[in-house]
């Protein structure tokens, strides 16, 4: 059971509108994001998981949001979500084409990994691949908004990367950066959009 973790992650990120809702507020990603620390290991549920569209539940664990995959599709009721999931597997490139069958895209903490994005295609570069980074990588710039872009971890040892189609149809992508033990709220400058 999410206790209100799904509804409020989908109506912060997405401005969805539920019947009997105690989330205040409109659409403000960033907001829920410096509020709202998401767990950089995957839970146990999605290891070994192939890239792909998934039923997920978010579960408090500690201090962090843990992205899990709901037990089943009648896990409805606790307002579970469809989304991509892009796994980091050792010594390989991991490429995904997100499109509307879902709203949200979830990848594993970049912890030396970096994740290219191109448009609605979004690959993520194993830190073992050899040569690292992979040479198309090397021209490509960091961050920025549109176009073919690159993001990993920057200066910190984390960086947490959240998709989300925005109401217009737009992917739109947003990195949680921090070091062990974040306080929170995050500074503005560890949470942004990419």
Known sequence: MSNGLNRAFRAKMRGEKFRRSNVEGGRDPLDYLRNNLFEPVPHVSLLGKAPGRYRFNLVKNGNFISVRLAASDRSRSSNTFRAYWCPDVLRASTKLVLGDQANYFFCPALTGSILQINGETVTLHNNKVTPFPPANLAILPRGGKAGNRKWDKGVFTTSIII???????????????????????????QVTQI
């Not at 998709?163 to 400058?189: A, C, D, K």
């Open 163 to 189: 998709g989300m189609r925005n109401p217009t149809g737009i992917w739109e992508f947003y990195q949680q950066s921090f070091n062990r033990s974040p306080v929170v709220p995050l500074p503005p400058i």
